[in-house]
């Protein structure tokens, strides 16, 4: 996942991203589609968008296909 941006996690702030993007049939995210509904913080964000090209997703499937499907994933920051 997404990697907790150092000054966020010394000041102690956690937060949230709420993304949508489509995962391809292969599994991956694909970038160009990405987009943010909701952030706490910007850093947060950019996180995220970093990590998601690394990031496998199980690609959906249809009749036994699988199929490119938009997702809404939540990335959650917090310090444990």
């Known amino acids: 996942g997404p990697e907790y941006p150092e000054m966020l996690k010394s ?42 090209p690394r990031m496998r997703f199980l690609p959906a499937e249809v009749g036994g296909r699988k199929v490119k499907q938009l997702v809404q994933q939540p990335f959650v920051f917090s310090i444990k």
Do not use: Y
């Open 11 to 52: 000041a102690q702030i956690e937060g949230e991203v709420l993304a949508s993007f489509v995962v391809d049939t292969t599994g991956r995210a694909d970038v160009s589609t990405f987009k943010v509904l909701k952030s706490t913080h910007q850093q947060f964000t950019d996180a995220v968008r970093r990590a998601l």
